[in-house]
């Protein structure tokens, strides 16, 4: 059981070596950076081995510039007085597609569905991969940098300003 | 289903009625705002349910990464309408994370803070308490409860002028000073409001009825619940005694004396609505007993950092910063640019995880049931919507 | 006859000693309409907790006749758009609309359902004013208004119900049929 950050970090580096390709626990914001291949197995790590049972947020980030997309995991613990993680997966904006975790962490699959209404970030596996805030037929993913408001909605003017 | 003899098997096996598809909400007065519920039942007994969310999507994060970070402030009030001091100290301390230990909030900021957030809290429990009674069919008590919450919201509208949507923290403190009159308000609402918290609870929690409608009625078992990253009353409602207010005490919360009250299944299985209910109830007292340190407490000073001037303008870097909010954990993931406007906010909401636990604990349970377990998760759409 | 508005009741100055009550069926009608006029319960956002504490104790929206909120449109009169409308929520709220009964009256509570509000610029998935699928009688400022102002905008309703004429199917003379959209 790890409990502090530095022996969680250590035992996922040792189990996974250089399978997590970036390390920084410098920033404001400790994470690990893996590959899309590599995250259910480290998941599935994080929470059975590590004890990491909580998925607290799931954000999609769209890096701009050619960098592609970003997905970043805080994976924590119930008991709140130990530490968590936070864990990177990039993705090209073309291919955005990283394997579901929803059987690892239930709350991944609104998570999941969100992410994938808002950043359009596909995540492979996931039961049902629908839009979970806009509506069923809205076309677009709104938090991508390039999206532009549509002028009508059914019919209906919408942007006035 | 379980029977004595097997002639009682085979007959409830011929009762089975055909299934039926009921669509709940997204108007419906017992959802609590825009939650549409699609609920497949056998005669009264819910098979499975789905909620659909996203009737109330007011694009919060969209609006982050489109105007100023100051603000942005004013949209973090209309995520969670009924605690929004929390959702500014919430935003304010991802974006005063970024500048690192180098800003030192004001004590007095810290304080009044503390008191606004702890004020708010009871209000919210006490709608959240008042409106729970009604759907399970008191109206008495939500009449009491608003009366009160008034009384909160008359302190709101002397300290920042609004009585719902404050846009009173800011980041590096908070916008105005409170003076010694409203301290005398706070402390008269102290005075008056500890006696009826009991009286509420007397009115209440020891009702028949009431305890008849919630006890043993959807029961969240703590794996469940964590699996879910259920937060808040919800969470300490199945015995998890789990606060960030205690566990990771942000601002000065570890200066105060208080309790983290948990279900215990008192009156029926631990984790059913009456627990998470009765964790609102005993929160109000602690909240009270926070605000009353904090107002004997409060130094003087200044107000806001004058580390933060002017234009607001959050170094480059990404931060996650969680506070527990009335609902329970809220928090924020900000990336900043150093520009003044942020690069992308994403808002953790307490609630969206919170009513995402529905279906695996409705089912089996009564139609009539199913009102009494959302209004014992207590969300607002604002935030689960977003 | 005496102009109604002077009246405490609208009934105009009929009364005889006795206990006969002349006046016009217009003015009849139209005070039993202003003096329970039934709201629908339709809650969508912040603006719905005020109208909840204008419903409840200190405000108290009984006393002006209009008390039982209904949770079905068939029974309602009144349409308080209170809160954000999305483009999701949209077409139920055309159709919560169409659902309700003639004479039916909508009003537009909070500067969202005026407007878009603070969402006019930047919220893609926001309706810019209710009044784009349904036709709005009053319109209260506010974000969210205060129960004050939502009661202010009760009694404009009601001023709006005395003005009706029993025959004339266009109503106030001016309300508009068809919807803009």
């Known amino acids: 059981m790890a409990m502090d950050r530095t022996t969680l970090v250590a035992e996922v580096e040792k189990a996974f070596g250089a399978r997590i390709t970036e390390k920084d626990l410098a920033g404001f914001e400790p994470f690990l950076r893996c590959e899309p291949a590599t995250w259910p197995e480290l998941a599935r790590f994080l929470k059975e081995r590590c004890g990491l049972d909580m998925l607290c947020c799931l954000t999609g980030v769209d890096r701009g510039k050619g960098q592609g997309l970003e997905a970043i995991y805080n994976v924590e613990a119930c008991d709140a007085k130990r530490c968590g993680i936070s864990i990177r997966i990039r993705v090209p904006l073309d291919n955005p597609v990283i394997p579901s975790v929803e059987k690892v962490w239930q709350t991944a699959d609104w998570h999941e569905r969100e992410c994938w209404d808002l950043v359009g970030i596909r995540f492979e596996g996931h039961h049902n991969l629908v839009r979970i805030l806009c509506a069923e037929d809205w076309e677009g993913h709104p938090l991508r940098k390039d999206y532009k408001s549509p002028d009508r909605y059914h019919g209906i003017k919408n942007n006035v300003v | ?49 789905e909620p659909h969310v996203g009737y109330l999507h007011r694009c919060f994060e969209k609006h982050c990464e489109s105007v100023t970070t100051l603000q942005s402030v004013l949209y973090t009030d209309r995520l969670d309408y009924l605690t929004a001091m929390g959702n500014n100290w919430g935003f304010c ?110 009115l209440l929690s020891t009702n028949d009825i009431f305890v008849h409608r919630t006890a043993h009625v959807g029961v969240l078992p703590v794996k469940t619940a964590i699996d879910y990253g259920c937060t808040g009353p919800v969470l300490r409602g199945s015995g ?126 009564m139609v009539a049931d199913l009102i009494a377990i959302i209004g014992s998760m207590d969300i607002v759409l604002g935030e689960v919507d977003r | 006859m005496a102009d109604i508005h002077d009246q405490e009741f609208g009934l105009g100055d009929g009364a005889t000693q006795d206990g006969i009550l002349l006046t016009r069926v217009d003015q009849l009608i139209n005070w039993t309409r202003k003096s329970s006029v039934w709201p629908m319960t339709f809650g969508l956002a912040c603006c719905a907790i005020e109208m909840m504490a204008t419903g409840a104790s200190s405000y108290d929206i009984d006393r002006f006749g209009s008390g039982p909120f209904r949770a079905t449109p068939r029974q309602a009169d009144l349409m308080i758009v209170a809160g954000t409308v999305s483009h999701k929520m949209a077409p139920r709220v055309k159709r919560l609309y169409d659902q309700m009964p003639e004479p039916k009256f909508v009003m537009a509570m909070g ?11 930047h919220g893609y998935h926001v309706l810019k004013g209710v009044d784009r699928i349904v036709p709005v009688d009053v319109y209260v400022p506010g974000c ?35 919807l803009v959209e």
């Not at chain 2, 919450?149 to 916008?175: D, S």
């Not at chain 2, 580390?307 to 928090?331: Q, V």
Request: hydrophobic fraction near 35%; glycine fraction near 10%; proline fraction near 6%.
């Open chain 2, 240 to 365: 998890v005694a789990r606060d960030l207010r205690k566990d990771q005490p942000y601002g000065i919360y570890e200066r105060f004396q208080f309790n983290v009250p948990v279900g215990t299944g008192e009156r029926g299985t631990l984790g059913d609505c009456f627990d998470r209910y009765m964790v609102r109830v005993r929160e109000m007292r602690e909240s009270l007993r926070i605000v009353e340190q904090a107002v004997k407490g409060i130094p003087g000073g200044e107000i806001r950092s004058t580390k933060i001037k002017g234009k607001i303008r959050p170094p480059k870097g990404e931060a996650y910063t969680r506070i527990e909010n009335s609902r329970g954990e809220l928090g924020f993931y900000v990336v900043s640019e150093g520009k003044e406007v942020l690069y992308r906010v994403k808002c953790r909401a307490p609630s969206f995880h919170n009513i995402s636990v529905l279906p695996a604990i409705s089912r089996g349970a």
């Open chain 3, 111 to 121: 500067a969202c359902t005026v407007s878009g509000g603070p969402y006019i610029k």
């Open chain 2, 93 to 202: 301390m991802a974006v005063e994370k970024l500048w690192g230990p180098e800003l030192v909030i004001p004590e007095r900021a810290e304080y009044i803070r503390v008191i606004c957030q702890e004020l708010n809290r009871i209000a919210s429990h006490l709608l959240a308490i008042g409106t729970y009674g009604m759907d399970v069919g008191a109206i008495t008590p939500f009449l009491y409860c608003f009366r009160e919450r008034e009384k909160i919201l008359t302190i709101f509208e002397h300290i920042c002028g609004q009585r719902l949507n404050y846009n009173y923290i800011r980041p590096g403190g908070v916008a105005y000073d409170i003076d010694d009159a409203m301290l005398g308000m706070i402390r008269d609402f102290c005075a008056y409001f500890g006696p009826k918290v009991d009286e509420y609870d007397d």
């Open chain 2, 1 to 49: 289903m379980s029977s004595d003899s097997a002639t009682t098997a085979v007959n409830a096996g011929d009762l089975r009625t055909e299934e039926m598809l009921l669509n709940m909400g997204p108007q419906h007065p017992a959802t609590h705002g825009v939650l549409r519920v699609m609920v497949r039942t056998d005669g009264e007994v819910v098979l499975d349910c």
């Open chain 3, 144 to 178: 969210p208004p205060r129960p004050e102002a939502l009661l202010e905008g009760l009694f404009r309703i009601q001023e709006k119900m005395e003005r009706e004429r029993l025959l004339d199917k266009t109503r106030c003379g001016a309300r508009p049929k068809v």
